[in-house]
């Protein structure tokens, strides 16, 4: 039996994040063909019927795994870093695929802290990420008020433009002058996207360090996309206030809901840095208590 198989509790959050800037997810198609296209376009897909742009959930996933290693390598110092999933003699999988574990269980406690919640080649994740599209901004209402009575509309909020860039010779440290060096790019210059995260049989020291990520997006420290060294990929939380935990099986079934970041993470019970901390050194006092080191 895997540890998946027994459903334990599971949930899904909910947030919506702004763009705060250019907003550069390249899609890799050549633009040859078109040469009235940019060199390098915003991925797009068909959703509902129509043409937009979108965040890919597999790039999501990417960005939170990376600040979630960098969290966990702090938090948990006295285990060490997590595990290169780029390199595979310094992964995870390499130990896995070594030796053969009697179950999922010991590949489980074999694993770093990010495999452990996002998977590897040798277990699967508990952590899911859908695609992000855009969605409506919030209602703007006629002559400037809050009254309901006025007639509201939705105004769609995606906004493109056209960057141009250059290349640097690395030598001279000007404008490199061979052909090519001088390309255009397509951003999002203004747009809102929901986000949902599912979970499942997961510990509450997890689901904190996710938020931990959640709010160091919206504090700037964290970028997507492509040319987060030159500005761009900066996002926020469109509102704090507005992220939602939704508990579909386990958790606290009396409040199956939990709304607002804050009230999020006081539900995890790892209100600040200390009591991360401190939670990491008692999980290693503990184990090394039980092997008698």
């Not at 705060?20 to 890799?28: A, E, H, Y």
């Not at 078109?34 to 990417?62: A, E």
């Not at 590949?107 to 277990?123: N, V, W």
């Amino acid at each position: 039996m895997t540890l998946l198989s027994r459903l334990q509790n599971s949930a899904v959050l909910s947030f919506r994040l702004r763009t705060d800037g250019p907003l550069l997810i390249n899609s890799g198609d050549s633009s040859k063909i078109d040469p009235t296209l940019p060199d390098m376009r915003f991925v797009r897909c068909t959703y509902k019927g129509k043409d937009t742009v979108y965040m890919p959930g597999s790039g999501l996933k990417g960005v939170f795994r990376t600040r979630y290693e960098q969290l966990a390598g702090y938090f948990d110092s006295c285990c060490g870093a997590c595990c290169n999933v780029t390199a595979k003699a310094q992964s995870c999988w390499d130990k896995i695929e070594k030796k053969p574990w009697p179950s999922s269980k010991a590949i489980y406690d074999k694993s770093c802290e990010a495999c452990r919640l996002f998977g590897s080649l040798g277990m699967a994740g508990r952590i899911s990420f859908a695609d992000a599209y855009p969605v409506m901004d919030d209602i703007i209402r006629e002559n400037g008020n809050d009254d309901s009575s006025n007639v509201c509309e939705y105004k769609d909020m995606v906004v493109t433009g056209i960057r141009n860039s250059v290349g640097i010779d690395r030598i001279t440290g000007g404008a490199n002058s061979g052909s090519g060096a001088l390309f255009e790019y397509e951003v999002v210059e203004n747009a809102l996207f929901q986000v949902n995260v599912r979970i499942m049989n997961f510990q509450k020291y997890q689901l904190r360090l996710l938020l931990w990520v959640l709010e160091d997006i919206d504090d700037g420290f964290v970028t997507f996309g492509m040319g987060g060294s030159r500005g761009n990929g900066q996002m926020r939380l469109a509102d704090r206030a507005a992220v939602l935990l939704r508990y579909k099986y386990g958790g606290d079934l009396q409040q199956p809901e939990f709304r607002g970041l804050d009230g999020i993470i006081a539900h995890t019970e790892f209100n600040n840095s200390q009591a991360l901390k401190s939670f990491f050194e008692g999980r290693v006092n503990k184990n090394a208590t039980d092997t008698g080191t």
